[in-house]
């Protein structure tokens, strides 16, 4: 993976197909995603349960671009050489699930990922400030993770402080939680070059209607200036 701050659209296969998801995971790519986002949950860290290393595996043969798993699981270090078998490009631990983040960082990006962090919204910025360097990514949630198609809650303010923070570090910042195209130019204006988008990539299409797929990512992407 060649850094750059380009605008990046990682459609979360969350809101996709679950009975088809190569198909999903291609005709996204087709038509225009740029990363492929996997929202991995426990039922104990947040209240859901979906994918297991396993499924994350199968996922990668249908993968061209860069697959980026959210790991919303606690504890998350005896579960990265897993993950990094089924072909994480990027793996993302949030810091609020366990006491030694610096050192899942640090695991991660010794099994050959880039490493992310990921922020919930009570959390603020300055707790990432001593992780900087050991970060590819910080994920700025929008939303209590846990569930898709929620209402976005407006952490520009956060944004904008991580921006200045990370100076010209290569660390991306992603935001994941009710992106579309109203909140879309929000977090790019405050400098985030990530976004997470899952239903509003997915509603009203399908792998037989792809091209609408295509229309809500190229949506968001002219919203946000990119």
Same mark, same amino acid.
Request: hydrophobic content about 45%; overall charge negative; cysteine-free.
């Given at each position: 993976m060649t850094f750059n701050r380009s605008l990046?659209?990682?459609?979360?296969?969350?809101?996709a197909d679950f009975a088809d998801f190569g198909r999903e995971i291609r005709a996204i790519e087709d038509e225009g995603a740029d990363w492929v986002h996997?929202?991995?949950?426990d039922g104990h860290f947040v209240p859901n349960l979906t994918f297991?290393?396993?499924a994350v595996k199968a996922f990668r043969?249908?993968?061209?671009?860069?697959?980026d798993v959210h790991l919303m699981i606690s504890p998350v270090d005896s579960f990265i050489d897993a993950y990094a078998d089924a072909g994480a490009d990027i793996l993302t631990a949030h810091l609020e699930a366990g006491p030694h983040i610096h050192r899942t960082l640090q695991a991660i990006r010794a099994a050959g990922m880039k490493a992310g962090v990921a922020l919930n919204p009570g959390t603020p910025a300055d707790a990432v400030a001593d992780l900087l360097d050991m *970060?590819? =990514?910080?994920c700025v949630m929008?939303?209590?993770p846990g569930f898709g198609g929620q209402k976005f809650i407006d952490m520009t303010a956060k944004v904008r402080k991580l921006r200045d923070m990370i100076g010209d570090r290569e660390v991306h910042i992603e935001i994941d939680g009710g992106v579309d195209p109203?909140? *879309?130019? =929000?977090v790019v204006a405050a400098g985030a070059d990530v976004l997470v988008a899952g239903s509003a990539v997915f509603r009203c299409g399908s792998v037989d209607r792809p091209q609408v797929y295509?229309?809500?990512i190229r949506a968001i992407r002219a919203a946000a200036g990119g």
């Open positions: 990046k659209i990682a459609p979360s296969i969350l809101s996997v929202d991995v949950m297991g290393p396993p043969k249908h993968v061209t671009t860069v697959m *970060a590819d =990514l910080v929008t939303v209590n109203a909140t *879309a130019p =929000l295509g229309d809500n």
